[in-house]
């Protein structure tokens, strides 16, 4: 390991290696090691300085322990009370401090203990004292023979289970107040041990006063210390340990409880109380943890033992301190640009730097670096010269693995860009924040104020009030309030409107201000303004001729800087004066009033020029005078924007217009200039009540043809108002609009006494209503638009129509019985053939050939009768739904017959049809139709009688007659019933008829036909029996059936041919 010196640089061996020391131990035993160290320290005493050094010098081997079970070798250190410490394990009498007390009493123990366990241990070994046999246990006070004095052993110690090797050396500082301790602890076995820990424990007995001990802990130093005050020894005295290498486990200070026993030891090192507790003979000590060590791995733990004295405890507390910033030390810088406590503008840029360097004589170990940027600051850019850096939403981390004494210093830029809107007088600080295993460090802290110029501007204009064509002149004043200059001030005014700018106008006071002047919108630029001062601008603008008067030129000017980009403005305006006299007068009344009311109107008269105004006369053709009342002031001058009011009465006429529309005019003086103004008013009379009258004459009675005219007359009724009725139209429900002939004065508008007569034509039509009951109405619009009606009717008797009614009447030409018949009937009112063509009636048109058509006036049904069927029903025909049949019109009529056997054949029926004219003359039509009956009776025959029957019995056949159950049913007249057997059959009885001879449906005739059995008759008789009759239509109908008969006792008879011989 490299270490520095102040003067020069020395490479320092840091161990020796393991069998050499064995060797030395091995052959020379303790004195003789120690004075082979001896010789080291000899060999390189030449290199010795002179003055204090802050790094050690040299190395000294105070021992070397080696542990390997059965190795007993001391490990013993001391610290004088002077603040000297011992180069080697004995004593001033040269006796080892474990085995023998020394006779200098001042000397303090050193002790370290170790432990490491292959698991996480639950306990620890702590083995033995003095010469580390196996078997002894520990004591961690022996009494000393020394009054008033307690020599505390401490020893290194390794598992008695575990191999390892512990090879230690000691460095010391040529201020001859410290050591340096290093363990280098080996894993000389097979397994991996976990867990290690190791406490390093001192006493501060040189102080002599057993009293009074003081413990402190530094955690930024890992350093744990006592300090202790002796009258009548050397005054104040400090003495502590630091850990310089290796991994922090927790520390102690217990004066009357420090650990005395293996219980108390161990369970110190596993979970350190981390605790300061003053007591009258205070110990101090140190855990370290030693990271998991496999088979041939090893860990080095470095530990700082130093000691002081001082006139006071605080004087020994300090030198203590500085002594231990010698061994392990950081310093940290940091510095800016702008330096630090200088003010800054909002938005200026600042760089930080930050130096590190290792001002101690041990490296420095896993630093961290920590930097939050200020508020309202951005991080721009940033940089390390070795290590890693990174930025996190304002948070700067910068790592380093080692930084060693002799390693150059690692340099940090940090660049950022501060708010444009931080406030003049934010302060902005930035400190960082250095961790590394060894220690705790913060830099120095950097300050900037921000102060930025604080820019206000005055703006003026002279004159306010100019003419076309005349100059104008712009002073702005930019004042600094800030605490510091305003640098590249801008000035920017942008070229009013209706102006032109006076080249060369631009001037700056006091000119040492600086800045460019140049024209609209950039008039001045880098100029500055001092802090506290202000500078004055004027340039000069022409308003342009024929700018109209009142015209206001507005002008607005900016300020920035390189420090206040946000402008800073004033607005100032000119206006443009022509004198413009001008009046503006608003009449005003109802909306509506009521005829004969009074109307008041209100003139309001306002000045609305730039002049004041007199001579004010007012006129209105529709009122007779004025009234003022209210004319502002007083004065008798209408001044600028003053307001004058003036009213006046009005009565409306008994026969006003709808609306009554007048005109006010005011006129008033300005020196020579009169000036007017005028407005008018509308105002809708309401309340107009006329009311129409109208008559109408024509004739009482017309005939079918004839033209009649209407006459009607119309006029004011007298409940009207008599105000004017427009728009008239005369119309008549039958004649239509009706033409007015008279009356008008020639306006159009009917007036109070004034009666219009209008006529209208009608022809008196076929289909006429009689009586014709018509109604005339006239309409028209009163003042006010409202609609006004008048009526009155007229009737008028019709006479001599002359309507032509034909009736056809259809059905079939035969149908059979049980059937229905469906007759169909046709009433016309006969017009033209060419109106029966269009209705696609099925008549045959030849019947109408020989018939006058009639002028088709209106028929109305009264009924629509058949001889044979009754009522008929309306089937269609109403083609304007009137309910009577027009002419041309064709109505159907239906009615339907079931035919029965007392049907007549033919069936001969007649309809007679039955309407009135709209005379109310009855006139009628008939038709007939003729249907044949088809007839279709048929005959059954029953017969009853015996199977079976002998010679010389009778056999009896009951014989029944009746129609068959497919018969029509109809009467079969003269029946002839004949039997094959017995001949012709008279009828024995009826059941179920009559006796009228005919075979009416459901009658049942009877017949007996009689047989004696003869000997000859066949085996088997069969009795045919016939019956014939006449139908309706008289023809023959028959019928046959057979009944046979088994006979016994008969003869067949036989046939012999007979020969006859001729001769």
Known sequence: MDYKGENQSITIQRKLSIPLIKLLITFTGGTLATGCIFLLFAINANKVMAAPSAAPLLTIFTGTTFIAHTSATTHQMRVFGDGRISDQFLN????????????DPRGTTIAVLFDQHSVTPTSVDVGAQGDFTQTTSITLDTASIIPGYDEDSRVVYASQVLPYQIVQQTLAKASNNCVII???????????????RLLFM???????????????????????????FNNSGEGGYAMGVSLVEGAFGGYGINGDAYPETDAEIINEIISPSNTIIDGNNDVVWLVANIPDLASGQSSELVFSVCATTGPTEEDADDKLNDTYEEIVNLTALKTSTPPS???????????????LSNSGDFPLQNLVLTDTLPVSTSLVAYSISEGNLIENNGMITATLDQLNPTSPPVTINLSIATSSSLASGTVLTNQAFIESDQLIKRTNIVTHIVQSPDLSVIKSVTPEIVEPGGILSYTIVTINNGQVDATGVTLFDPLPNNTQFRSGSVSITPPSAGGTSGSPPSIVEDMTVAAGESVTVTYAVQVDDGVPSGTIIFNTASVTSAETLVPVTDTVTSTVFIPYPALLMTKSGPQTAQIGSSIVYTFTVVNIGNTPLDSLVLEDGLVASTVLIEDGNGDAILDIGEVWIYTANYTLPLLPPATITNTATISASYLDTIVTARDSHVVDIIGFEPVLSLTKVGPSSARVGDKVSFTFTLGHAPTSDQTPVKNIVVTDDYAGTAT???GDNGDNILEFGENWVYTADYVIKPNSPNPLINTGTATGLDTEGNLITATATHQTDIS???PVLFVAKDGPAAIGLGKTAVYTFTLLNFVNISQLKALQLDLDMSLLAAITPGDGSPLSVVSVFDNVVGNAT???????????????????????????????DPLMNTVTVTVTDPENNTITGTAKHSTDIIHEPKIKIEITGPSTASVGEQILLDIKVSHAEDSDGSPLDSLVVNSSVSGPIARASISSGNTNNILESGEVWEYNSTHTVKINDPQVMVDVITVAAQDTDLQTISASSSHSVTLFGTVIPYYFPLLKKNN
Request: no cysteine; net charge negative; proline share 0%.
């Open 92 to 103: 001033n009498d040269n006796q080892n401090q474990i085995d023998q007390n020394g006779n």
């Open 182 to 196: 290093e363990l280098d602890i080996q894993h000389t076995g097979g397994i991996s041990l976990t867990g290690g």
């Open 202 to 228: 001192m006493d501060i007995d040189t102080a002599l006063n057993s009293v009074g001990d003081i413990g402190i802990f530094d955690a930024q130093r890992n350093l744990v210390y006592l300090t202790d």
């Open 341 to 355: 406590g200088e003010a800054i503008s909002a938005g200026q840029s600042i760089n930080y730097t930050i130096t």
């Open 740 to 742: 007015r002939i008279s």
């Open 800 to 802: 001599e129509y002359n």
């Open 874 to 904: 309306y089937l269609r025909g109403d083609g304007n739904n009137n309910g009577k049949i027009d002419g041309g019109e064709a109505w159907i009529y239906t009615a339907s017959k079931v035919i029965s056997s007392a049907t007549s």
